[in-house]
């Protein structure tokens, strides 16, 4: 417990990401509905665009926990850090998309 607590708090102060699990982190993005508004795959929809590349943790848990638009508020009561952090692996684990060109049917 201790070592996840110094994790998140060097995390928040240095900016880096703390730990997590990323198979851990897409059963918890699909069972808290996070897909609904995000995707499956986390490119966007109702939602904005997390991933590929999400932005710095420190923001993306602050936004989480005190979002300014329509998304509802998940405080640490709801999603607790340690599941925040295995989001943040899921979302980093995403990677980006075919370009266009390699795509056969959009180049007919």
């Given amino acids: ?7 998140l708090f060097l995390a928040q102060a240095g900016g880096a990401a703390p730990a997590g699990d990323a198979a851990n982190g897409k059963k918890i993005f699909t069972r808290y509905g996070c897909y609904q508004c995000h995707g499956y795959d986390a490119h966007g929809g109702a939602g904005a665009r997390l991933a590929p590349n999400p932005i710095a943790f420190a923001r993306f848990q602050s936004y989480v926990r005190r979002p300014t638009g329509e998304m509802p508020p ?14 943040y692996a899921f979302l980093k684990s995403i ?4 370009p266009v060109k390699n795509i056969p049917l959009l180049n007919r």
């Fill in 1 to 7: 417990m201790l070592s996840i607590l110094l994790t």
């Fill in 74 to 87: 998940y405080t640490e009561k709801v999603v607790t850090d340690k599941e925040l952090a295995d989001i």
């Fill in 95 to 98: 990677p980006a998309p075919p």
